[in-house]
Protein backbone atom coordinates (compact mmCIF):
# COMPACT_ATOMS: atom_id res chain seq x y z
CA UNK A 1 0.00 0.00 0.00
CA UNK A 2 1.30 3.54 -0.31
CA UNK A 3 -0.35 6.74 0.64
CA UNK A 4 -0.31 10.26 -0.78
CA UNK A 5 -1.76 13.67 -0.94
CA UNK A 6 -3.07 15.46 -4.00
CA UNK A 7 -3.80 19.07 -4.30
CA UNK A 8 -7.18 19.93 -5.08
CA UNK A 9 -8.49 24.09 -4.89
CA UNK A 10 -6.15 24.01 -1.49
CA UNK A 11 -7.36 20.74 -0.04
CA UNK A 12 -5.38 17.46 0.07
CA UNK A 13 -7.17 14.31 0.02
CA UNK A 14 -5.59 11.40 1.29
CA UNK A 15 -5.65 9.01 -1.65
CA UNK A 16 -4.55 5.42 -1.01
CA UNK A 17 -2.15 2.79 -4.39
CA UNK A 18 -2.61 -0.62 -4.35
CA UNK A 19 -0.71 -2.88 -6.01
CA UNK A 20 -2.01 -5.99 -7.26
CA UNK A 21 -0.48 -9.24 -6.59
CA UNK A 22 -0.20 -10.85 -9.95
CA UNK A 23 0.14 -14.53 -8.14
CA UNK A 24 -3.02 -14.38 -6.65
CA UNK A 25 -4.80 -13.15 -9.84
CA UNK A 26 -3.08 -15.76 -11.56
CA UNK A 27 -4.15 -18.71 -8.94
CA UNK A 28 -7.79 -17.47 -9.20
CA UNK A 29 -7.99 -17.00 -12.97
CA UNK A 30 -6.73 -20.45 -13.01
CA UNK A 31 -9.09 -21.84 -11.07
CA UNK A 32 -11.86 -20.19 -12.35
CA UNK A 33 -10.38 -21.62 -15.88
CA UNK A 34 -10.01 -25.21 -14.69
CA UNK A 35 -13.48 -25.52 -13.37
CA UNK A 36 -15.08 -24.07 -16.16
CA UNK A 37 -13.80 -26.94 -18.13
CA UNK A 38 -14.85 -29.61 -15.70
CA UNK A 39 -18.26 -27.95 -15.17
CA UNK A 40 -18.70 -27.90 -19.02
CA UNK A 41 -18.19 -31.56 -19.26
CA UNK A 42 -20.35 -32.10 -16.12
CA UNK A 43 -22.83 -29.64 -18.09
CA UNK A 44 -22.83 -30.87 -21.30
CA UNK A 45 -23.73 -34.46 -20.24
CA UNK A 46 -26.67 -33.21 -17.59
CA UNK A 47 -25.00 -33.86 -14.29
CA UNK A 48 -27.04 -34.53 -11.29
CA UNK A 49 -24.69 -32.45 -9.31
CA UNK A 50 -23.17 -29.33 -10.57
CA UNK A 51 -22.73 -27.52 -14.06
CA UNK A 52 -20.78 -25.12 -15.74
CA UNK A 53 -21.37 -22.87 -12.56
CA UNK A 54 -20.62 -24.83 -10.04
CA UNK A 55 -17.55 -26.41 -10.61
CA UNK A 56 -15.97 -22.94 -11.51
CA UNK A 57 -17.31 -21.82 -7.88
CA UNK A 58 -15.98 -24.56 -5.94
CA UNK A 59 -12.28 -24.10 -7.51
CA UNK A 60 -12.98 -20.68 -6.74
CA UNK A 61 -13.56 -21.57 -3.50
CA UNK A 62 -10.68 -24.24 -2.85
CA UNK A 63 -8.07 -21.24 -4.28
CA UNK A 64 -9.17 -18.76 -1.79
CA UNK A 65 -8.91 -21.28 0.66
CA UNK A 66 -5.55 -21.93 0.00
CA UNK A 67 -5.05 -18.51 -0.01
CA UNK A 68 -6.20 -17.67 3.26
CA UNK A 69 -4.59 -20.67 4.71
CA UNK A 70 -1.30 -18.73 4.18
CA UNK A 71 -2.89 -16.58 7.10
CA UNK A 72 -5.03 -18.04 8.98
CA UNK A 73 -3.96 -22.08 9.20
CA UNK A 74 -5.28 -24.67 8.07
CA UNK A 75 -8.55 -24.51 9.43
CA UNK A 76 -9.77 -22.25 6.67
CA UNK A 77 -9.24 -25.72 4.26
CA UNK A 78 -10.43 -27.73 6.32
CA UNK A 79 -13.64 -26.11 6.82
CA UNK A 80 -13.41 -25.47 3.03
CA UNK A 81 -13.47 -29.03 2.50
CA UNK A 82 -15.86 -29.86 4.91
CA UNK A 83 -18.43 -27.53 3.43
CA UNK A 84 -17.70 -29.47 -0.40
CA UNK A 85 -18.03 -32.60 1.06
CA UNK A 86 -21.44 -31.95 3.21
CA UNK A 87 -22.94 -30.41 -0.19
CA UNK A 88 -21.86 -32.90 -2.15
CA UNK A 89 -22.95 -36.11 0.26
CA UNK A 90 -26.22 -34.03 1.08
CA UNK A 91 -26.73 -34.38 -3.21
CA UNK A 92 -26.01 -37.77 -3.29
CA UNK A 93 -28.05 -39.11 -0.46
CA UNK A 94 -31.06 -36.93 -2.31
CA UNK A 95 -30.32 -38.60 -5.67
CA UNK A 96 -30.30 -41.95 -3.73
CA UNK A 97 -33.61 -41.60 -2.66
CA UNK A 98 -35.19 -40.02 -5.42
CA UNK A 99 -33.27 -41.86 -8.32
CA UNK A 100 -31.58 -45.28 -7.06
CA UNK A 101 -30.94 -46.08 -10.06
CA UNK A 102 -28.76 -43.46 -10.86
CA UNK A 103 -26.94 -43.22 -7.96
CA UNK A 104 -23.26 -42.58 -8.35
CA UNK A 105 -20.23 -40.87 -6.59
CA UNK A 106 -18.54 -39.55 -9.93
CA UNK A 107 -19.77 -35.93 -9.75
CA UNK A 108 -19.14 -35.86 -5.86
CA UNK A 109 -15.53 -37.05 -6.59
CA UNK A 110 -15.03 -34.73 -8.84
CA UNK A 111 -15.90 -31.91 -6.88
CA UNK A 112 -13.68 -32.85 -4.65
CA UNK A 113 -10.86 -32.93 -6.65
CA UNK A 114 -11.64 -29.88 -8.22
CA UNK A 115 -11.80 -27.80 -4.85
CA UNK A 116 -8.40 -29.80 -4.17
CA UNK A 117 -6.86 -28.22 -7.63
CA UNK A 118 -8.02 -24.91 -6.56
CA UNK A 119 -6.30 -24.95 -3.40
CA UNK A 120 -3.10 -26.92 -4.92
CA UNK A 121 -3.14 -23.56 -7.55
CA UNK A 122 -1.47 -21.57 -4.79
CA UNK A 123 1.22 -23.81 -3.62
CA UNK A 124 4.19 -24.57 -5.80
CA UNK A 125 2.62 -27.29 -6.91
CA UNK A 126 0.84 -25.80 -9.57
CA UNK A 127 1.70 -27.71 -12.81
CA UNK A 128 0.29 -30.56 -10.95
CA UNK A 129 -3.01 -29.07 -10.28
CA UNK A 130 -3.55 -28.02 -14.03
CA UNK A 131 -2.42 -31.77 -14.61
CA UNK A 132 -4.90 -33.14 -12.44
CA UNK A 133 -7.87 -30.85 -13.56
CA UNK A 134 -7.22 -31.53 -16.86
CA UNK A 135 -7.04 -35.39 -16.60
CA UNK A 136 -9.95 -35.19 -14.40
CA UNK A 137 -11.76 -33.54 -17.36
CA UNK A 138 -11.03 -36.46 -19.74
CA UNK A 139 -11.76 -39.24 -17.44
CA UNK A 140 -15.16 -37.90 -16.67
CA UNK A 141 -15.65 -37.03 -21.03
CA UNK A 142 -14.42 -40.72 -21.44
CA UNK A 143 -16.82 -42.69 -18.70
CA UNK A 144 -18.88 -44.37 -21.82
CA UNK A 145 -15.26 -45.30 -23.34
CA UNK A 146 -14.14 -46.62 -20.19
CA UNK A 147 -17.07 -48.35 -19.02
CA UNK A 148 -17.41 -50.66 -21.94
CA UNK A 149 -13.47 -51.23 -21.77
CA UNK A 150 -14.00 -52.63 -18.54
CA UNK A 151 -16.75 -55.00 -19.16
CA UNK A 152 -15.10 -56.15 -22.26
CA UNK A 153 -11.99 -57.09 -20.21
CA UNK A 154 -11.84 -61.09 -19.44
CA UNK A 155 -10.50 -62.77 -16.30
CA UNK A 156 -7.22 -62.92 -17.84
CA UNK A 157 -7.17 -59.42 -18.59
CA UNK A 158 -7.33 -58.65 -14.83
CA UNK A 159 -5.21 -60.98 -14.14
CA UNK A 160 -1.95 -59.21 -16.20
CA UNK A 161 -3.14 -55.91 -15.17
CA UNK A 162 -3.09 -57.46 -11.33
CA UNK A 163 0.18 -59.23 -12.38
CA UNK A 164 2.07 -55.81 -13.31
CA UNK A 165 0.57 -53.92 -9.97
CA UNK A 166 2.70 -57.18 -8.08
CA UNK A 167 5.91 -56.34 -10.37
CA UNK A 168 6.00 -52.84 -10.07
CA UNK A 169 4.38 -51.64 -7.06
CA UNK A 170 5.10 -54.49 -4.63
CA UNK A 171 8.15 -56.03 -6.14
CA UNK A 172 10.00 -53.52 -6.96
CA UNK A 173 10.29 -51.10 -4.04
CA UNK A 174 11.62 -54.71 -2.05
CA UNK A 175 14.03 -55.11 -4.26
CA UNK A 176 17.61 -54.07 -2.95
CA UNK A 177 19.36 -50.96 -4.63
CA UNK A 178 22.90 -52.51 -4.65
CA UNK A 179 25.56 -53.67 -7.22
CA UNK A 180 26.96 -56.96 -6.69
CA UNK A 181 28.92 -59.71 -8.75
CA UNK A 182 32.21 -59.60 -10.99
CA UNK A 183 32.90 -55.81 -12.12
CA UNK A 184 29.79 -54.44 -9.96
CA UNK A 185 27.24 -54.42 -12.73
CA UNK A 186 24.60 -56.38 -11.14
CA UNK A 187 21.83 -54.51 -9.42
CA UNK A 188 18.90 -56.53 -8.94
CA UNK A 189 16.71 -53.26 -8.18
CA UNK A 190 17.59 -52.09 -11.55
CA UNK A 191 17.11 -55.33 -13.24
CA UNK A 192 13.55 -55.70 -11.83
CA UNK A 193 12.99 -51.77 -12.89
CA UNK A 194 13.73 -53.14 -16.54
CA UNK A 195 11.68 -55.85 -15.74
CA UNK A 196 8.88 -53.37 -15.16
CA UNK A 197 9.67 -50.96 -18.39
CA UNK A 198 9.31 -53.89 -20.33
CA UNK A 199 6.39 -55.61 -18.92
CA UNK A 200 4.22 -52.02 -19.34
CA UNK A 201 5.23 -51.49 -22.59
CA UNK A 202 4.08 -54.92 -23.35
CA UNK A 203 0.76 -54.43 -21.37
CA UNK A 204 0.29 -50.91 -23.39
CA UNK A 205 0.65 -52.92 -26.34
CA UNK A 206 -1.87 -55.95 -25.19
CA UNK A 207 -4.63 -53.84 -23.83
CA UNK A 208 -4.29 -51.48 -27.34
CA UNK A 209 -4.60 -54.96 -29.07
CA UNK A 210 -7.44 -55.78 -26.65
CA UNK A 211 -9.27 -52.44 -27.78
CA UNK A 212 -8.72 -52.97 -31.34
CA UNK A 213 -6.70 -55.52 -32.60
CA UNK A 214 -9.70 -58.03 -33.59
CA UNK A 215 -10.87 -55.50 -36.06
CA UNK A 216 -7.94 -53.70 -36.94
CA UNK A 217 -7.19 -53.81 -40.38
CA UNK A 218 -3.91 -52.16 -42.23
CA UNK A 219 -1.30 -50.33 -40.88
CA UNK A 220 -2.70 -50.01 -37.38
CA UNK A 221 -2.19 -53.61 -36.75
CA UNK A 222 1.37 -53.63 -37.95
CA UNK A 223 1.47 -50.93 -35.20
CA UNK A 224 -0.05 -52.81 -32.76
CA UNK A 225 1.70 -55.74 -33.84
CA UNK A 226 4.75 -53.91 -33.17
CA UNK A 227 3.98 -53.17 -29.57
CA UNK A 228 2.93 -56.48 -28.51
CA UNK A 229 5.91 -58.49 -30.69
CA UNK A 230 7.29 -57.77 -33.77
CA UNK A 231 8.83 -61.44 -33.75
CA UNK A 232 5.10 -62.75 -33.04
CA UNK A 233 3.71 -60.83 -35.71
CA UNK A 234 5.73 -61.98 -37.94
CA UNK A 235 5.09 -65.51 -36.92
CA UNK A 236 1.62 -65.10 -36.73
CA UNK A 237 1.47 -63.94 -40.72
CA UNK A 238 3.55 -66.33 -41.95
CA UNK A 239 1.32 -68.97 -40.86
CA UNK A 240 -1.78 -67.17 -42.18
CA UNK A 241 0.48 -67.20 -45.59
CA UNK A 242 1.00 -71.12 -45.37
CA UNK A 243 -2.94 -71.31 -44.35
CA UNK A 244 -3.34 -69.57 -47.73
CA UNK A 245 -5.14 -66.97 -45.58
CA UNK A 246 -3.35 -64.02 -46.58
CA UNK A 247 -1.72 -63.30 -49.51
CA UNK A 248 2.59 -62.92 -49.40
CA UNK A 249 2.25 -59.01 -50.18
CA UNK A 250 0.12 -58.17 -47.04
CA UNK A 251 1.87 -60.01 -45.18
CA UNK A 252 5.70 -58.81 -46.35
CA UNK A 253 3.61 -55.11 -45.41
CA UNK A 254 2.28 -55.85 -41.96
CA UNK A 255 5.59 -57.39 -41.05
CA UNK A 256 7.69 -54.71 -41.72
CA UNK A 257 5.36 -52.17 -40.11
CA UNK A 258 6.06 -54.35 -37.05
CA UNK A 259 9.42 -53.89 -37.61
CA UNK A 260 9.60 -50.29 -37.87
CA UNK A 261 7.42 -49.58 -34.44
CA UNK A 262 9.95 -52.22 -32.76
CA UNK A 263 12.69 -49.50 -34.04
CA UNK A 264 11.09 -47.10 -32.74
CA UNK A 265 10.47 -48.57 -29.32
CA UNK A 266 14.30 -48.91 -28.95
CA UNK A 267 14.42 -45.22 -28.90
CA UNK A 268 12.04 -45.29 -26.28
CA UNK A 269 13.25 -47.52 -24.50
CA UNK A 270 16.93 -45.73 -24.18
CA UNK A 271 14.90 -42.26 -23.75
CA UNK A 272 12.98 -43.91 -20.43
CA UNK A 273 16.54 -45.68 -18.93
CA UNK A 274 19.49 -43.32 -20.40
CA UNK A 275 18.00 -40.26 -21.05
CA UNK A 276 21.42 -38.26 -20.03
CA UNK A 277 22.66 -39.79 -23.07
CA UNK A 278 20.01 -39.64 -25.42
CA UNK A 279 21.74 -36.46 -27.16
CA UNK A 280 24.31 -38.59 -28.30
CA UNK A 281 22.80 -41.68 -29.84
CA UNK A 282 19.56 -40.57 -30.79
CA UNK A 283 20.31 -38.62 -34.30
CA UNK A 284 21.91 -42.02 -35.58
CA UNK A 285 18.89 -44.09 -34.43
CA UNK A 286 16.60 -41.57 -35.58
CA UNK A 287 18.23 -41.81 -39.11
CA UNK A 288 17.61 -45.09 -38.87
CA UNK A 289 13.90 -45.13 -37.98
CA UNK A 290 13.32 -42.83 -40.58
CA UNK A 291 15.33 -45.48 -43.38
CA UNK A 292 12.26 -48.22 -41.63
CA UNK A 293 9.55 -45.89 -41.98
CA UNK A 294 10.60 -45.41 -45.79
CA UNK A 295 10.94 -48.76 -46.04
CA UNK A 296 7.65 -49.62 -44.77
CA UNK A 297 5.64 -46.81 -46.73
CA UNK A 298 6.90 -48.24 -49.84
CA UNK A 299 5.68 -51.58 -48.71
CA UNK A 300 2.28 -50.68 -47.92
CA UNK A 301 1.85 -48.40 -51.34
CA UNK A 302 3.16 -51.52 -53.30
CA UNK A 303 1.27 -54.15 -51.50
CA UNK A 304 -2.29 -52.51 -50.15
CA UNK A 305 -3.87 -52.40 -47.34
CA UNK A 306 -2.53 -55.48 -44.40
CA UNK A 307 -5.29 -57.90 -43.44
CA UNK A 308 -5.36 -58.32 -40.18
CA UNK A 309 -3.87 -61.90 -38.83
CA UNK A 310 -5.20 -63.91 -35.79
CA UNK A 311 -2.38 -62.77 -33.46
CA UNK A 312 -3.02 -64.19 -30.35
CA UNK A 313 -0.64 -62.19 -27.82
CA UNK A 314 0.79 -64.17 -24.65
CA UNK A 315 -0.01 -62.27 -21.41
CA UNK A 316 2.96 -59.84 -20.93
CA UNK A 317 2.72 -59.71 -17.33
CA UNK A 318 3.28 -63.28 -16.52
CA UNK A 319 5.85 -63.69 -13.60
CA UNK A 320 7.31 -66.47 -15.94
CA UNK A 321 8.19 -64.65 -18.53
CA UNK A 322 9.23 -61.60 -16.36
CA UNK A 323 11.40 -63.34 -14.25
CA UNK A 324 12.98 -64.72 -17.73
CA UNK A 325 13.21 -61.66 -19.09
CA UNK A 326 15.17 -60.25 -15.91
CA UNK A 327 17.45 -63.29 -16.25
CA UNK A 328 18.37 -62.33 -19.68
CA UNK A 329 18.92 -58.83 -19.23
CA UNK A 330 21.12 -60.10 -16.49
CA UNK A 331 22.86 -62.28 -18.63
CA UNK A 332 23.73 -59.91 -21.36
CA UNK A 333 24.89 -57.33 -19.10
CA UNK A 334 26.80 -59.77 -17.61
CA UNK A 335 27.94 -60.74 -20.72
CA UNK A 336 28.68 -57.41 -22.60
CA UNK A 337 30.86 -56.17 -19.30
CA UNK A 338 32.91 -59.60 -19.32
CA UNK A 339 33.46 -59.67 -23.18
CA UNK A 340 34.21 -55.54 -23.00
CA UNK A 341 36.82 -56.31 -19.98
CA UNK A 342 38.90 -58.93 -21.19
CA UNK A 343 38.20 -58.55 -25.32
CA UNK A 344 37.77 -55.16 -25.73
CA UNK A 345 35.26 -53.16 -27.00
CA UNK A 346 34.77 -55.43 -30.46
CA UNK A 347 33.82 -58.59 -28.61
CA UNK A 348 30.47 -56.81 -27.56
CA UNK A 349 29.43 -56.77 -30.75
CA UNK A 350 29.45 -60.58 -30.67
CA UNK A 351 27.23 -60.29 -27.76
CA UNK A 352 24.79 -58.04 -29.52
CA UNK A 353 24.28 -60.55 -32.22
CA UNK A 354 23.90 -63.60 -30.18
CA UNK A 355 21.28 -61.67 -27.73
CA UNK A 356 19.85 -59.58 -31.09
CA UNK A 357 18.32 -62.98 -32.17
CA UNK A 358 16.57 -63.91 -29.12
CA UNK A 359 15.39 -60.40 -27.62
CA UNK A 360 16.25 -56.81 -28.78
CA UNK A 361 15.01 -55.19 -25.50
CA UNK A 362 17.34 -56.80 -23.02
CA UNK A 363 20.63 -55.91 -25.04
CA UNK A 364 19.19 -52.33 -25.69
CA UNK A 365 18.60 -51.58 -22.05
CA UNK A 366 21.34 -53.57 -20.93
CA UNK A 367 23.72 -51.61 -23.57
CA UNK A 368 21.96 -48.24 -22.72
CA UNK A 369 22.63 -48.09 -18.90
CA UNK A 370 26.17 -49.40 -19.45
CA UNK A 371 26.87 -46.39 -21.75
CA UNK A 372 25.08 -44.11 -19.09
CA UNK A 373 27.46 -45.37 -16.56
CA UNK A 374 30.72 -44.26 -18.57
CA UNK A 375 31.76 -48.36 -18.64
CA UNK A 376 31.22 -48.08 -22.91
CA UNK A 377 30.97 -45.13 -25.06
CA UNK A 378 28.36 -43.65 -26.32
CA UNK A 379 29.49 -44.02 -29.90
CA UNK A 380 29.36 -47.86 -29.05
CA UNK A 381 26.31 -47.94 -27.43
CA UNK A 382 24.32 -47.28 -30.83
CA UNK A 383 25.76 -49.23 -32.79
CA UNK A 384 25.48 -51.81 -30.75
CA UNK A 385 21.97 -51.58 -30.29
CA UNK A 386 21.87 -51.39 -33.99
CA UNK A 387 23.51 -54.52 -34.46
CA UNK A 388 20.91 -56.51 -32.05
CA UNK A 389 17.97 -54.99 -34.03
CA UNK A 390 19.42 -56.19 -37.64
CA UNK A 391 20.26 -59.76 -36.72
CA UNK A 392 17.00 -59.48 -34.84
CA UNK A 393 15.06 -58.54 -38.02
CA UNK A 394 17.17 -60.87 -40.54
CA UNK A 395 16.46 -63.33 -37.71
CA UNK A 396 12.36 -62.32 -38.39
CA UNK A 397 12.62 -63.18 -41.98
CA UNK A 398 14.34 -66.50 -41.99
CA UNK A 399 11.83 -67.00 -39.70
CA UNK A 400 9.16 -65.93 -41.43
CA UNK A 401 10.35 -68.41 -45.19
CA UNK A 402 10.28 -71.37 -42.74
CA UNK A 403 6.96 -71.27 -40.81
CA UNK A 404 5.43 -69.44 -44.11
CA UNK A 405 6.92 -69.95 -47.62
CA UNK A 406 9.76 -69.12 -49.74
CA UNK A 407 7.95 -66.56 -51.75
CA UNK A 408 7.37 -64.65 -48.43
CA UNK A 409 11.19 -65.06 -47.65
CA UNK A 410 12.49 -63.40 -50.96
CA UNK A 411 9.31 -60.83 -50.18
CA UNK A 412 11.19 -59.19 -47.41
CA UNK A 413 14.63 -60.14 -48.47
CA UNK A 414 14.83 -57.04 -50.46
CA UNK A 415 13.39 -54.03 -47.78
CA UNK A 416 15.56 -56.50 -45.45
CA UNK A 417 18.80 -55.94 -47.59
CA UNK A 418 18.10 -52.40 -47.89
CA UNK A 419 18.26 -52.26 -44.12
CA UNK A 420 20.57 -53.84 -42.98
CA UNK A 421 23.16 -52.02 -46.20
CA UNK A 422 21.59 -48.53 -44.59
CA UNK A 423 22.39 -49.72 -41.01
CA UNK A 424 26.11 -50.86 -41.85
CA UNK A 425 27.09 -47.93 -44.31
CA UNK A 426 25.45 -45.41 -40.81
CA UNK A 427 27.61 -47.47 -38.36
CA UNK A 428 30.71 -47.21 -41.16
CA UNK A 429 30.36 -43.86 -41.72
CA UNK A 430 28.70 -41.44 -39.22
CA UNK A 431 30.74 -39.35 -37.42
CA UNK A 432 29.99 -39.01 -33.84
CA UNK A 433 31.67 -35.66 -33.28
Known amino acids: MMRTNLPCDNISIPVTMSFVDYAVISALSLALGLGLLI ?7 GSEFGGIRTFPLIAL ?16 MAGGLVGVAGTALGSNLRRSKDEPDRA ?5 AAALVTFACGALLTTEY ?15 HLKDFLHKFARNLSDRDIQAIMR ?8 LPLVPDTEFGPFKVLNPHRIWWMVVLIVGIGLAGYVSFRLFGQRAGGWLSGILGGLVSSTATTVAYARQ ?7 VGLATSVIMIA ?21 KIAAPLCIFLALMILIALIMGRQNGEPAPATLKPGNPAELKSALLFGAIYAVITLGSATAHHYYGTGAIYGVAVISGVAD ?4 TLATANQAAAGLIESSTAWRVILVAFLTNLVFKSFLAGLLGSGKLFARLLIPTTIAVIGGAALMLFWNDG
Open 259 to 279: STVAALRVIVEVALVAPNILS
Open 61 to 76: LGAMCGLLSEKWGGIV
Open 104 to 108: GQTPE
Open 360 to 363: VDAI
Open 241 to 247: VQSNFTN
Open 126 to 140: RPYAIAIAGLTAVLL
Open 39 to 45: GLQRQHV
Open 164 to 171: FAVVSLIV
